[in-house]
């Protein structure tokens, strides 16, 4: 026997206000044509003042804790994924833990820009399985609208606020019973920091920061980032791409996506996508998904999903889940 995280609950939030590519359209030098063909994007949800991470994350854990039947009581722990939290500190974890009236425990924000929910199951799922937290919430909760530049039509029409996030249960389970979440895979390379980053935060002098990219170094990079990631988690439990039900990935780009689809064999209705209505949501964009695929009753108990996700860093990973 040995203890294993129980994927019990998901759930999501998105903002009210939807953005669609016509409107951005009207006061930046882009259409709808472009972003569509581009990214596959056609619209996204931009967060109202009220709608901080810590509001949408606290939305997103009501609804994964409700789907679980579990409540504050069971709940230990806190990881929250952001790069968008709503004060350096207390952690935005520790906003929804008042929020969500958990009066115990502990909590933390982990910062991974897009790959942090993978980032954040790791480290819950690392807790469970050494029997120091027994019920974790593991959030991913952005307002990349706050971060966005303006000016920069190459990065402006490409995200979307939002948060996602599930709750994880202790359970003791035979060696042989393989079910929960089954391996994560975390990886990150500094030296490729400067292709993707915030060029500011509250500890730089007059430097609120807003988002620089260098798409097509981070497509390419992508591209063979995720495959490895992919194929290291099936290896790591002696499964081939046959094995996959479905493939939750992050939601930067549907042509990435579709590529990461097409190199595990899986058709598209196998692939969740969300990329064409959220936009990239970065560390909410996996819980968003598993989300709303659990919710619509795509994904279902027994089903195996691989979920994988790159970001700024380099950040990336992959986690492989038996519901
Ligand atoms: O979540 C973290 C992970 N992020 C990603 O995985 C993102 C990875 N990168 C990408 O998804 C793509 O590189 C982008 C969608 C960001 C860009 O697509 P691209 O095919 O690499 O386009 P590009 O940057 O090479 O730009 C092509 C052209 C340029 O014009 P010229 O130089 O060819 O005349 C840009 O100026 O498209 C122009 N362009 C735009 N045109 C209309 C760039 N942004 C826009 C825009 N509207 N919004």
């Known amino acids: ?22 409107e951005l359209s009207k006061t930046i030098d882009t259409s709808d ?27 997103a854990a009501r609804a994964a804790l409700a789907d ?51 980032y954040a199951l ?11 937290v027994r019920g974790a919430l593991v959030i991913g909760s952005e307002v990349y609208s706050r971060i966005l530049n303006w ?21 003791d ?36 920061g807003h988002l620089v990219m260098n798409g097509r170094e981070v497509f390419r990079h992508a591209v063979t980032r995720l495959a490895e990631a992919v194929e290291e988690a099936l290896a790591a439990n002696g499964m081939t791409h046959a094995d996959v039900d479905w493939l939750v990935p ?13 190199k595990l064999g899986l058709p598209p209705e196998r692939v969740v996508v969300t990329v064409d209505r959220h936009a990239n949501t970065s560390a909410a964009s996996v819980p968003l998904a598993l989300a709303e695929a659990r919710a619509d009753g795509r994904i279902g108990a027994g089903d195996l999903v691989l979920l994988e996700a790159l970001g700024g860093g380099l950040t990336w990973g992959s986690a492989l889940v038996r519901l």
Not at 15 to 21: A, L, Y
Not at 122 to 132: L, P, T
Not at 177 to 198: E, F, M, N, P
């Open 1 to 22: 026997m040995s203890l294993r995280s129980i994927l019990a609950g998901c759930g999501g939030y998105l903002p009210e206000r939807v953005v669609t590519n016509d």
């Open 33 to 59: 044509e472009w972003i569509r063909e581009r990214t596959g994007i056609r619209q996204r949800h931009f967060a109202g003042k009220h709608e901080t991470a810590a509001f949408m994350g606290t939305a």
């Open 68 to 118: 679980a039947g579990a409540t504050a009581a069971d709940v230990d722990a806190i990881i929250l994924a952001t790069s968008t939290p709503d004060q350096a500190f207390p952690a935005t974890a520790l906003r929804v833990q008042a929020e969500l009236g958990v009066t115990r425990g502990f909590g933390f924000d982990l910062s991974a820009a897009c790959a942090g929910f993978i």
């Open 122 to 132: 790791s480290v819950a799922d690392g807790m469970i399985r050494a029997g120091q």
């Open 151 to 171: 000016q920069d039509r190459g990065t402006c029409v490409l995200f979307g606020d939002g948060a996602g996030a599930v709750f994880l249960r202790a359970s």
């Open 173 to 208: 389970c035979r060696d042989d019973d393989r079910r929960g979440v089954l391996s994560t895979h975390i990886h990150a390379q500094g030296t490729l920091g400067d292709i993707l980053y915030v060029d500011g935060a509250v500890g730089q002098p007059d430097k609120p």
């Open 250 to 262: 992050h939601q930067a780009n549907s042509r990435i996506i579709n590529a990461m689809g097409r």
